[in-house]
């Protein structure tokens, strides 16, 4: 099990039980099922790669530029028992979404679960953002979660219902944020790329549930990974961050995938077109605590 020095301690300090949840063992829930992870080579679409691989899927590991971290999750996935394939791509680039499809359905025979992950940041006060810091963000948090879910949906028109597998034709889970619905400053680009993430998930879901085709988003809160190394890194840091988390403990990946493994999942086939938080609390206005 990792140790996470910082988290211990903060909650050591306070008489908490041990920062990190426990392992469960995984229920191949998923099996049968092909899926398509992307931005899967690191933080959250790395957990939720391996977390639907251990549930039984076989999953393609869309990573845009580091072949050998994609390598990395491929063998964790092997070393399970698991079975995946690299497919490289950027999601904002729209012949190479159709080409990373095409790869994951030739290599699997079906798509039934695609988790649109790969997101990025790019922070700047907003008289200072540039348009291409604006475009940027846009053009992968949102425009990518666009042309990853049209090719997702084409998919699951073209194959079908597979009721040996699912009862839903296709499943789709966005990766949003709590900053759909907390305002961020300093953050504008990103705030409205996950805002527009949520009517975007939601229209859609609306639109395709008569098809049995399942859209919803799970919004993290914080989440120790390289997007905001930052906010955990060091003890001030993580005390800070903790004003903002009525659980007191930061996120793991392992949440979202468990989240992600669930949702995927026949156990939640009445649920479409939700916003489901995995925040620790951070949406329940932590400020009020003690205040109001
Ligand atoms: P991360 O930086 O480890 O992961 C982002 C991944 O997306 C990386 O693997 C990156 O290579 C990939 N990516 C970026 N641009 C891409 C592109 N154009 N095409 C394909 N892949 C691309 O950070 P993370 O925290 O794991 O972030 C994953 C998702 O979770 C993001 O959408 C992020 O906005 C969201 N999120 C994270 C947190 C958090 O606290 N970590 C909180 C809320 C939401």
Redesign the pocket.
């Known amino acids: 099990m990792p140790s996470f020095p910082i988290a211990d301690d903060y909650a050591r300090a306070r008489g908490l039980p041990s920062d990190l949840p426990p392992e469960r063992p995984p229920a191949p829930i998923l099996k049968g099922q092909a899926a398509l992870v992307?931005?899967?080579?690191?933080?959250?679409?790395?957990a939720i790669a391996i977390g639907l691989a251990r549930a039984g899927a076989r999953v393609a590991v869309?990573?845009?530029?580091?072949a050998a971290?994609a390598d990395g999750v491929l063998a964790e996935i092997a070393a399970d028992g698991g079975e995946a394939i690299g497919v490289q791509?950027?999601?904002?680039?729209e012949d190479q979404v159709e080409a990373m499809f095409a790869r994951t359905v030739a290599a699997f025979g079906a798509l039934d679960i695609l988790v649109s992950?790969?997101?990025?940041?790019q922070d700047a006060a907003f008289d200072e953002m540039t348009l291409d810091q604006w475009r940027r963000v846009i053009?992968?948090?949102l425009t990518?979660q666009f042309l990853c879910a049209r090719a997702a949906v084409r998919q699951f028109k073209a194959q079908g219902l597979r009721p040996e597998v699912s009862t839903a034709r296709g499943k789709i889970i966005c990766?949003?944020?709590?900053?759909d619905v907390i305002p961020w400053a300093g953050h504008v680009n990103?705030a409205a790329s996950?805002g527009g993430v949520m009517l975007m998930m939601k229209s859609l879901a609306q639109e395709v549930a008569p098809l049995r085709i399942r859209v919803n988003s799970i919004?993290?809160?914080?989440?120790?990974?390289?997007?905001?190394t930052q906010?955990w890194s060091t003890p001030e840091a993580y005390g800070a961050l903790m004003d903002l988390v009525p659980y007191k403990r930061i996120?793991e990946?392992q949440d979202?995938a468990q989240a992600a493994v669930w949702l995927a999942s026949d156990y939640a086939d009445y649920i479409s077109g939700i916003n489901l938080y995995v925040d620790g609390g951070m949406t329940l206005y932590p400020g009020f605590e003690e205040g109001g």
């Open positions: 992307t931005g899967a080579s690191s933080g959250i679409g790395r869309n990573y845009r530029k580091s971290e791509g950027d999601v904002s680039v992950n790969a997101g990025l940041q053009d992968v948090n990518g990766i949003s944020s709590v900053h990103y996950k919004c993290p809160g914080a989440i120790r990974t390289p997007i905001n906010a996120g990946p979202i």
